[in-house]
Every structure is written in structure tokens, then in C-alpha cells.
């Protein structure tokens, strides 16, 4: 007789807990959602304050605003300026903040603050079209400074980046020894004219402007910085040190040529940031952070908040589940049915233990009672259930009126079982009763109470909640396990014992 191969089981048990895992780790990677409940984030709220005198006109103010700053994202964006109509722009020269209003005079403040998180991501890429060096016309003598400047550089350097460290070198420590560096600084700024230069000699550049993140700081400007493009992404540099790269600290608010601040029907504009750290729940930022497109595989978080409340009970049973499969196949313990300890756990959960345990074994020891009396009656099973469920209503609603008088709810909690359940609870008990006596009715009524016990304190650790609501593809593990559980034909722990007199002999 040949045995069927169990390989293709536990290849199928194999694939339901990888699917599970991986597929938890992409919505953990993908859309944020922290493993581990209460978890929080720094984030920093950034304010721009814009500073104008208005002249009796219309007025259009527009304020530039970061497009994928390295090395950091934005969540919520909000502005506060009574009176004035605001939008958000998004054009291929990049976003602006705009506010308009019909008429306005004298000193005017707008509001715009924005809230960043800090990421792993610090590239800055071209995006869809590769940029092109702009244009740039010297006249004499600058121009004649420049070719001789740019010659000196192209000597010491090999590629884009090395060209514009040597050039932010003789524009910044050693202009005071390089006669040309010191007539181009005379006529322009070392920002500028060191964009001027890398475009002059065809690399592509651009002007940025970053502001330096500092917990509680006020009325602060932004730094200038110099980008080139070096045939992938944009890097960043500093132009007073010439160093590459951006510090963690630094958040780019404006990168390209398009204006910082512009303002029509005003005068006298000026813009200032203000800078606050935030402490805020991992989970509630991811939330802000999905759209339906993005969280549409199997997320509940887009369902009515009712239905959210009712899916997170629901999906707390294959925990139920597994350790009531655990505590039978391995452990051994006798119950009264097979997931009957998780029906119980279940009201517990929502009733608190004490009131739950209480209001579970009076209706029970009341149920069997008056099971007892109608098994005297020689009635048929349908009859004797129907007859039990009316009873258990009966009991309910006497231990919610008792609770009530005596100032208590417990009696109330009894309502969450399930009526038809704990009917058939009864009358199984009952049949037990009679054919194994009582004592065997005491082991499963007593292990079902067990089993439901450390069910609902699995049930209500945060991390179960957690896991299982917002990371639903778990459950595939979970099913993977009851499936291992399902395969295993050794001993039970309980058993053990009886087999301690052969080890005792085995030792004599």
C-alpha cells in the first residue's frame, strides 16, 4: 500500500505564509503603516510668513513652494489668511501658493504652513525631460575673466562634479589671490555667477534655496545652494564650503529659476519662515498619506467607520482560532465544541471579563437546570432547543433588570451572546451530562472557560488589534499554522502523564 506524498501540502502551507509575510511588508514599505501600535514620528511644520504693504488695488500674491525636496515629503498643507482667495498652482515651472483679493490697503500678512516627514530618499531626480544648459553672454572684460577662469578649472577636473567643486574653490577661498575670481565677484553674486559659469560651460545649473531645520526657531530666511545636473539627478552644493551633498537638516524649499516671492497691488513684500518639531502618530500619517488608488489592495481604512468597528472584531477570530486549534491538538484540552471558546472570548471582549464570566455561567448553570426538567418531559430535540432559546431570553432579560435595579450593567452584557449558542451550549451539555456523567461536564465547561480566557487576553493585547486590522494578509499565516496544526498526529501534552509510571519502571 502506497502512502500519499504530504510534500504538496506543505508546499501550499509554505506559499500561505510567504504570500502573508511579503504581502504585509509591501504595505508596510508602500503605504507606511508602522508594525507596532503607538509607534510615532518627528515631523516639522514649516510657516511662511509673507510681509506686504497693499496699495489700494488688486492684489496677487504668489509664493513658491517645494516639488519633492530631498530627502523629505510633505503631508498637509494649510494657509490662514482671512479675506483672500487661495489656491494651490501646479504648472511645469513647479507649485506656487497664490492668494487673491479684489482690494486691500495697507500692511498685509499671509500664512502658509506645510507639514514635512523625513524619508530615505535623498536623490533628486530631472524628471521628464533632461535639462539643458542655459544660455549666457559675457561682455568685456568679464568675458575675457571667465575663459581664463574656466580654463584654470578644466585643468584640475574630469567630470561635472569635480569642474564645480574647483570652481566654488577659486570663487570662495581663493578669490583673493585670483585677480579674475575678485572683478566677476564685483559684478555678480557668488551664487549667480557661479550658475552663470557651469552653464557657460554647458553643464546645466540651477539656484536653490533651503532652509535650515531648528526646533522653535522664528523669522528665519532660506540659504542659498547650487545644483548641477550630472547626466541623472540634480546635486546639490554648498556655495560658501564647496562641499557636496545636503545635510539631513536642510529642507530645499525652492529649486530652479522661477521666483521665490511675487506680488502684484503691493509693495515692500518680504518672506520669513518659522520652524516646529512635532511629535505624531505613525499610523494616523500614514493615513493622511493614502489615496484609493494607492491602499485599494485589501485596505479597510476607505470603509465607513462602522464598518471599520465591525471588521476589527471580525478579524481578531483567526487569532481566536488558532489558539483554541493549539490549545486542543497540542495542548489537549477538552472544550465544550470546537470554537465555542472563541464565541465566548468574542463577548467578553466587548462586555470586559468579570461581567462576561459571571453572566456566562449563571445563564448556563441556570440553562441546565431547567434543561434537566424538560428532559423529564420526553420532548423531541427541536422542541427542547426551541424551547431552551426561548428560556436563555427569558434569563437575559431577568439578570438585565436585576443588574439594572441593583445599580450594576452586568446583567445588560449577557445580550452579546449568542443566543441560538449558548441554547445549544446547554442542551449539549445536558446530553453530556447523561452519558458521562458530571464530572466530565465540569472538565469541558471548565476548559472551554480557559481556553476563552486566554483568547481574550491574546485578543486584547494592541499588538493583535494592531497587526490584524491593518495588516489583514497576516492572516494567510494564520491559516498556514491551523493548516501545520491540522497535520500533527503526536502526543498532547496532557497525555504526558500517562506515561510517567513507564518512565518510572524504565528507571527502577
Known amino acids: 500500500m502506497t502512502t500519499r506524498s504530504r510534500m504538496p501540502f506543505y508546499v501550499a502551507v509554505f506559499i500561505l505564509i510567504a504570500l502573508g509575510l511579503i504581502l504585509a511588508t509591501l504595505r508596510h514599505t508602500n503605504l507606511g503603516i508602522p508594525l507596532f501600535p503607538g509607534e510615532q514620528k518627528q515631523v516639522w511644520l514649516v510657516e511662511a510668513r509673507v510681509d506686504f504693504v497693499a496699495t489700494e488695488e488688486p492684489v496677487l500674491a504668489s509664493l513658491s513652494l517645494p516639488v519633492n525636496p530631498p530627502g523629505f515629503r510633505h503631508t498637509t498643507e494649510l494657509a490662514a489668511s482671512p479675506g483672500y482667495g487661495f489656491s494651490i498652482i501646479e504648472s511645469q515651472q513647479g507649485r506656487r501658493a497664490e492668494w487673491s483679493k479684489s482690494y486691500a490697503q495697507g500692511p498685509q500678512t499671509l500664512y502658509f504652513k506645510t507639514q514635512f516627514v523625513p524619508t530615505d530618499y535623498k536623490h533628486n531626480s530631472a524628471g521628464d525631460a533632461e535639462p539643458q544648459a542655459s544660455l549666457v553672454f559675457w561682455d568685456e572684460p568679464q568675458a575675457t575673466a571667465v575663459n581664463e577662469l574656466l580654463q584654470e578649472v578644466q585643468r584640475k577636473s574630469s567630470t561635472p562634479e569635480s569642474v564645480t567643486r574647483e570652481l566654488l574653490k577659486i570663487l570662495g577661498s581663493e578669490r583673493l589671490i585670483n585677480q579674475n575670481a575678485e572683478l566677476l565677484l564685483a559684478t555678480k553674486s557668488l551664487p549667480r555667477l557661479s550658475v552663470d559659469m557651469l552653464n557657460y560651460m554647458g553643464i546645466p545649473a540651477r539656484l536653490a534655496e533651503g532652509l535650515a531645520l531648528e526646533d522653535a526657531r522664528r523669522r528665519q530666511s532660506l540659504q542659498p545652494y547650487l545644483q548641477i545636473f550630472n547626466g541623472e539627478s540634480w546635486r546639490t552644493y554648498d556655495v560658501n564650503t564647496g562641499e557636496q551633498g545636503l545635510p539631513d537638516d536642510v529642507l530645499l524649499w525652492r529649486q530652479g529659476a522661477s521666483s521665490l516671492l511675487d506680488v502684484a497691488g503691493g509693495s515692500g513684500s518680504t518672506v520669513s519662515f518659522s520652524i516646529l518639531r512635532q511629535t505624531v502618530s505613525a499610523l494616523q500619517l500614514a493615513k493622511k498619506d493614502m489615496s484609493p488608488q494607492k491602499s485599494s489592495f485589501f485596505s479597510l481604512h476607505y470603509l465607513p467607520v462602522e464598518e471599520q468597528s465591525m471588521f476589527r472584531m471580525l478579524l481578531l477570530l483567526p487569532l481566536g482560532a488558532l489558539l483554541v486549534a493549539f490549545m486542543r491538538i497540542v495542548i489537549g484540552i477538552k472544550t465544550s465544541g470546537t470554537f465555542m471558546p472563541v464565541l465566548i472570548a468574542v463577548a467578553f471582549v466587548q462586555t470586559s471579563l468579570l461581567p462576561g464570566l459571571i ?27 426551541s424551547a431552551l432559546i426561548l428560556l436563555v431570553i427569558f434569563i437575559t432579560i431577568a439578570l438585565s433588570i436585576l443588574g439594572y435595579q441593583a445599580g450594576y450593567s452586568t446583567g445588560m452584557t449577557v445580550t452579546f451572546f449568542p443566543m441560538v449558542i449558548l441554547a445549544w451550549t446547554i442542551e449539549r451539555m445536558s446530553i453530556l451530562w447523561e452519558e458521562e456523567g458530571g464530572h466530565e461536564v465540569a472538565v469541558q465547561g471548565a476548559g472551554s472557560l480557559f481556553v476563552a480566557i486566554c483568547t481574550y487576553f491574546v485578543m486584547m493585547l494592541p499588538l493583535a488589534g494592531h497587526l490584524t486590522f491593518n ?38
Open 359 to 385: 453572566a456566562f455561567v449563571t445563564v448556563v448553570g441556570l440553562g441546565l437546570m431547567l434543561r434537566g426538567y424538560l428532559a423529564r418531559l420526553n420532548l423531541l430535540l427541536v422542541s427542547r432547543i
Open 471 to 508: 495588516f489583514p494578509e497576516l492572516h494567510l499565516v494564520t491559516l498556514g499554522l491551523i493548516l501545520l496544526m491540522g497535520n500533527y498526529t503526536g502526543y498532547k501534552l496532557s497525555e504526558l502523564r500517562r506515561f510517567r509510571p513507564m518512565k518510572k519502571a524504565k528507571q527502577a
